[in-house]
C-alpha cells in the first residue's frame, strides 16, 4: 500500500521515507524539564538515524480528575514549545481541545493533534485543518478503523491534504484497550500514513484511583508488533522516571530504554520494508 508524503516540519511520513518517531512527555512539567528532555531524546535520535518529532501537551483537558495537573496552558505553553523548537531545531506536536487554540498552536507547532475522545468535532478539526499545518488525528477508542474516512474528509474538504492518523487503541470491556493490528493496513488503505501510539494503547482508563492506570511493561514487544505490521511511524511518551511522570505515569517509556528499543524498531522495518 502507498501512502502520500506528510511533512511535519522537517520530519516526512509516509511510503519511501524512514520510520519516524513522535517522542516527548505527556505534558509540560516546566520549561526546564521540556528543554532537558528534547534535548536528550533529539541526542538519542541522531545517535540512532531516526527522524523525530518532540511532543509535548500544553493542556491535558481530558484528564480522570479535576485535582489532576493538566498542564501550564495555552500561552505558557506554546512558549515553552517554541523555546525547545528554538534550542533543537525539533519539530513540534502539540494537541489542541477547542478551535480557538487552533491558529495560535499553529504559530509554533508543526503538527496539530486532534485527541482521540474528539475524533468526532467537526469544528474543531476543520479549524485545525484551515492553519494549513499536518493535522495528526487520533482514532476514536469508540471508533473501528473505517469509521476515520469521516473525519480525514473534514480535513481534506477543508482544504488540508497534509493528515495523519493515529491508532491508540479501542475500548474493551471495562478499563482496557486493546489493539487490533488489522487496523494499521485498514488504515494506510485511505493513502494517508500511519502512527502508532503505543504508550497510550496501554492505558487502563480511569483504573487508577482518579487516574488512568497503565501496563507500561508490554510498551516494547507492543511497539514492535506495530511496525511488523508496516506503521509509518511510531508515537511513545518517554521520560527519565516514570513514576514521577504528571500525567500518564503508569504507561510512559523510561528515558534510558529509548535507545535500544529504538535500534530494534530500526532493524524491524527494514526487515518489513526489503520483504
Same mark, same amino acid.
Given at each position: 500500500?502507498?501512502? &502520500? ?65 493538566? @498542564?501550564?496552558? =495555552?500561552?505558557? @505553553? /506554546? ?24 491558529? $495560535? ?12 475522545? /474528539? ?12 492553519? +494549513? ?12 478503523? &473505517? ?25 474493551? @470491556? ?12 485498514? =488504515?494506510?488503505?485511505?493513502?494517508? $500514513? ?7 494503547? *496501554?492505558?487502563?482508563? @480511569? ?6 492506570? +497503565? /501496563? ?25 522516571? $516514570? ?11 523510561? *528515558? ?6 529504538? &535500534?530494534? =524498531? ?10
Amino acid at each position: 500500500m502507498t501512502v &502520500r508524503t506528510v511533512r511535519a516540519g522537517a520530519v516526512s511520513l509516509g511510503t519511501g521515507h524512514p520510520l519516524a518517531f513522535v517522542l516527548g512527555p505527556c505534558v509540560i512539567e516546566s520549561t526546564q524539564h521540556a528543554i532537558d528532555t528534547a534535548k536528550a531524546l533529539k541526542q538519542i535520535a541522531a545517535a540512532v538515524g531516526v527522524p523525530m518529532v518532540f511532543k509535548a501537551s500544553f493542556d491535558k483537558a481530558n484528564r480522570t480528575s479535576i485535582a489532576s495537573f493538566r @498542564g501550564p496552558g =495555552l500561552e505558557e @505553553g /506554546l512558549r515553552v514549545l517554541a523555546k525547545v523548537k528554538a534550542l533543537t531545531g525539533l519539530p513540534i506536536l502539540t494537541d489542541i481541545h477547542d478551535a480557538s487554540q487552533a491558529a $495560535p498552536a499553529a504559530a509554533i507547532a508543526d503538527v496539530l493533534q486532534i485527541p482521540a475522545f /474528539l475524533s468526532r468535532q467537526t469544528d474543531l478539526i476543520v479549524a485545525a485543518a484551515k492553519t +494549513g499545518k499536518a493535522i495528526n488525528l487520533k482514532k476514536g477508542q469508540f471508533l473501528a478503523p &473505517r469509521d476515520m474516512k469521516h473525519a480525514i474528509a473534514k480535513v481534506t474538504d477543508s482544504g488540508n491534504s497534509q493528515v495523519i492518523v493515529t491508532e491508540r487503541g479501542v475500548s474493551f @470491556g471495562y478499563n482496557n484497550l486493546v489493539v487490533d493490528p488489522r487496523a494499521f493496513p485498514m =488504515l494506510r488503505a485511505f493513502g494517508y $500514513p500511519v502512527i502508532f501510539d503505543v504508550t497510550h494503547s *496501554l492505558q487502563l482508563p @480511569g483504573a487508577g484511583d482518579g487516574v488512568t492506570a +497503565g /501496563l507500561a511493561e508490554y510498551i516494547e514487544p507492543l511497539a514492535q508488533a506495530g511496525v511488523a505490521a508496516g506503521v509509518d511511524g511510531v508515537f511513545m511518551e518517554v521520560h527519565e522516571e $516514570p513514576s514521577r511522570a504528571r500525567s500518564d505515569a503508569a504507561n510512559a517509556l523510561r *528515558l534510558d530504554r529509548l535507545e535500544p528499543l529504538l &535500534r530494534r =524498531l530500526v532493524a524491524l522495518d527494514k526487515i518489513v520494508k526489503d520483504a
